[in-house]
């Protein structure tokens, strides 16, 4: 088989009776835009019978390589594996549902082609219920945009097409799937959004719940600190540690002023134990800040990798 140009990363859990249209509908899309391509599937340790139904697929179309994993580490870890083993030019992610569509596949491939490094799908009429499901989705959406500067209306499609050396260079742990357009930001990546088909769910059930949103904004809070401050954490906790140690000398400076100026008894006053706490925060965060430059220097050093990013190079 030629060397794929497009690899196709699909995290699958109990979507057996999804397989063989997923298998079609994919197929017929990859075939008709003319491209050698692949199809790495993310087993995430299903019990409903997925596994046979890939291995017979890899067994009648080699193009199709499926990863086994031993129980279920989430939807990250399945787009983790799949981008490590992806040999394509452009990596494409695409839920194994079927709610997205991969007629649309060719749109996301037109916009890689004009120079962008990662391309969005939108789900502009997204078939599913409001309060549980879109409404989470469309402040999750807001907030991530304003946080990151990384403007998309719809994060979490899973339908996107990245170029391969921008997902090579991510790491993905807990969550961080959804973010990858804002954490790849950092590498300064051309991003586009192409508006997208979204089908209802005709098999199985959904994996997510409104449990899902409070993770959002846990993981939100990872990749601004990581966008912001991953190689200069002194200056996070270490401004924190600044602001509450100088409160706490101006407090304990007034209290002074209070004790010997005035001759007040400042013993038992709520203030004094606030001096004291505030100060010895302001030390304990401006460590923080020390221990983490230590850290990130011995991290990059350690590991040979540079603090910038080459988009080209002429010599």
């Not at 003319?34 to 995430?44: H, R, S």
Request: with cysteine; hydrophobic share 45%.
């Amino acid at each position: 088989m030629p060397d794929p140009i497009i690899s196709v990363v699909i995290p699958l859990y109990n979507e057996a009776e999804a397989i063989d249209e997923l298998y079609r509908q994919l197929t017929e899309a990859l075939e008709a835009y003319g491209a050698p391509y692949e199809v790495i599937v993310a087993d995430d340790g299903s019990a409903d019978g997925s596994f046979e139904k890939l291995k017979a697929i890899h067994e009648r179309d080699p193009r199709w390589r499926i990863i086994r994993f031993r129980r279920n580490f989430g939807q990250t870890a399945g787009f983790a594996a799949g981008f490590h083993r992806a040999r394509g030019d452009v990596v494409i992610t695409i839920d194994a549902d079927l709610q997205n569509d991969p007629a649309d596949i060719p749109k996301l491939m037109a916009k890689i082609e004009e120079g962008y490094d990662i391309v969005s799908g939108w789900r502009v009429d997204r078939q599913d219920t409001f309060l549980t499901r879109k409404l989470p989705s469309m402040m999750a959406n807001w907030l991530i945009s304003r946080t990151t500067n990384v403007t998309l209306h719809d994060y979490g499609c899973s339908l996107k097409a990245y170029r391969a050396d921008v997902v090579k260079n991510i790491h993905l742990y807990g969550e961080l799937h959804r973010f990858i357009p804002a954490v790849a930001s950092a590498y300064g990546v051309r991003v586009a959004e192409v508006p997208v088909n979204h089908r209802p769910r005709e098999h199985g059930q959904s994996k997510y719940g409104i449990s899902r949103t409070f993770r959002v904004l846990l993981d939100l809070i990872t990749v601004y600190f990581l966008l912001g401050y991953s190689t200069r954490p002194i200056h996070v906790f270490g401004g924190v540690g600044m602001v509450s140690f100088s409160l706490g000398v101006l407090i304990g400076l007034y209290l002074t002023l209070v004790k010997f100026g005035f001759g007040q008894d400042i013993g038992t006053r709520p203030m004094l134990l606030l001096s004291v706490l505030l100060i010895l925060l302001g030390v304990q965060m401006i460590a923080m800040g020390l221990l983490g430059e230590l850290i990130i220097r011995t991290y990059y050093e350690s590991t040979g990798k540079a603090i910038y990013y080459v988009r080209e190079e002429l010599s």
